[in-house]
């Protein structure tokens, strides 16, 4: 475990690299200006000579490269710069908000898993069944829902309609106290909008999976022994049939990063989403780079965990990938 993970260590040192390199690049392709955006409304009637001298002092007026190289060495060092567009230091935008964004996508996930394999495991019992056809339906019908239209139904219905629960932020309306009950209650909508849109994966996999672990002989043998269904299914099938969504784990961080973008912002979440965006359309570089190192990182780490928990549950597979 040590050396794969030494070995995934080093090979996401060029990754980080490429693609901080990148977002240096395409923001500087890009057609925003960081300095308007950084002026705001006073950029409007501001003389060319005054935006001139802003952007000198941002930095603006130099290469990427030269900015990029000049981040990157500052990083390494700790210090991961200011941002132009939140006016305070890019560590701290991240600090406070990567809780909220990680309490959100923890929570969407682990409602994913557990609510996938119960639904897989339900429909895998008798494959062509009620119960499959009805789960396949909604897991394609949900596969192909977008998280923000997702998002929007769940407030319409819930919030506006029927007035149970809130419509987004992070306390209520008037509230200068953060409390944990105030917190559950809008974490309610948006965590479960964001892992139903990661739901079908889970559930198709698990089908799959064990489905085809039901039809194996050793399984067969356990029926053949007289063993329970209850017994054969979770202790037999279940076991074997798990083994694939081990890697559908690292694979849904992706998927899962840009859900949790879009649902941040339909329900006004306090994460990473809205300083994600502003730095993307201010041209916010050191922000902008850091938030997608930060998602890269995440995803190398999904990808790593995914491999040790399948080398963990499969001892033929080791750990040498």
Do not use: C
Not at 195 to 213: M, N
């Amino acid at each position: 475990m040590a050396r794969l993970a030494g070995r995934r260590a080093l090979f996401a040192v060029p990754i980080l690299l490429a693609v901080t390199f990148g977002v240096f690049a395409i923001a500087a392709a890009s057609p925003f200006d960081p300095v308007k955006a950084y002026a705001g409304t006073a950029g409007l009637t501001a003389s060319q000579e005054n935006l001139d001298q802003l952007r000198a002092n941002l930095g603006a007026d130099r290469p990427f490269t030269a900015r990029w190289w000049d981040w990157l060495t500052a990083a390494v060092g700790g210090d991961l710069g200011d941002s132009s567009v939140m006016r305070q230091p890019v560590a701290d935008v991240i600090t406070e908000r990567i809780g909220w964004s990680v309490l959100l996508a923890t929570t969407a996930f682990a409602l994913a898993i557990l609510l996938g394999t119960l639904l897989g495991v339900l429909a895998a019992r008798r494959r062509g069944g009620i119960v499959d056809r009805a789960v396949t339906s909604l897991a394609y019908t949900l596969e192909a829902a977008p998280p923000f239209w997702l998002g929007l139904l769940a407030v319409w219905l819930f919030a506006l309609k029927l007035g149970v629960l809130p419509a987004g932020g992070l306390t209520d309306t008037g509230s200068s106290v953060i409390t944990a009950g105030q917190v559950a209650s809008h974490l309610i909508l948006p965590a479960a909008v964001l892992g139903i849109s990661q739901l079908p994966w889970f559930a198709l996999y698990v089908r799959q999976g064990v489905g085809d672990a039901l039809d194996e002989d050793p399984v067969r043998g356990a029926r053949a022994r007289g063993l329970a269904p209850r017994t054969v299914l979770v202790g037999h099938a279940l076991r074997s049939g798990m083994l694939p969504v081990l890697t559908l784990v690292g694979s849904r961080v992706p998927e899962l990063i840009t859900g949790a973008l879009l649902v941040e912002t339909v329900f006004s979440w306090p994460g990473i989403a809205a300083a994600t965006v502003e730095a993307a359309t201010s041209v916010d570089f050191p922000l902008l780079a850091a938030l997608t190192v930060l998602a890269t990182a995440a995803v190398l780490l999904g990808n790593l965990l995914a491999d040790l928990l399948y080398g963990l549950a499969d001892p033929r597979v080791g750990f040498d990938g």
